[in-house]
């Protein structure tokens, strides 16, 4: 039987990828912005968590400086939400940010993605800010969060 596995992501996947972001968000990138990412090994790292060839989820990190990351993007493909794929794929980032000597890390979210800010909550992540009218085509607020994965856990 075949088992979810996790690993870089690469042009193959673009098709998959694509899929899965036009399913998930109100403004997907384009085939050649994930191209540019997902190719760039200097300062970014793309993961997708696959079973049998089908890419359930994928997320991807820019790092910034030395010891800080941005997420740039995380989504679970629309039927295999709640089973873990996007917590696989942020434990495996995290492990490697991690090895790596990052500190802390930031993102930006949707103000009414209650889903995803529960997930960043369970790394660490904390509200710090928001950017007014973040997204051009909704019109919505981005909550700015932060993790500093450096400090004692309470
Ligand atoms: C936000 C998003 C990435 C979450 O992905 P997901 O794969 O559904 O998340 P997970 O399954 O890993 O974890 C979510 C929940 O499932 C639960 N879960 C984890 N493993 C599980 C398992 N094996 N079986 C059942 N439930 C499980 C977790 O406890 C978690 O519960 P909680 O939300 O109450 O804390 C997904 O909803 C998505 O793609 N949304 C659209 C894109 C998006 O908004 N991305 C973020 C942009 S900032």
Request: avoid cysteine; proline fraction near 4%.
């Amino acid at each position: 039987m075949s088992e979810r596995q996790l690993r870089d992501a690469e042009p193959r996947d673009l098709d998959q990828l694509l899929e899965i972001e036009r399913a998930q968000f109100p403004e997907p990138w384009t085939r050649s912005m994930l191209l540019d990412e997902i190719g760039n090994h200097d300062s970014r790292r793309y993961r997708v968590l696959e079973l049998a060839g089908e890419i359930l989820g994928y997320a991807g990190v820019m790092f910034v400086l030395g010891d800080e990351l941005h997420l740039n993007s995380i989504a679970t493909k629309p039927g295999f939400e709640g089973s873990g794929v996007a917590r696989a794929l942020m434990d495996d980032l995290i492990f490697d940010a991690e090895n790596r000597g990052v500190a802390r890390a930031t993102l930006e979210v949707a103000a009414s993605n209650e889903r995803a800010q529960r997930l960043y909550y369970h790394y660490g992540f904390s509200p710090v800010g928001v950017r007014r009218r973040y997204y051009s085509l909704t019109g919505e607020d981005a909550l700015i969060m932060w993790a500093h994965w450096d400090e004692p856990k309470a």
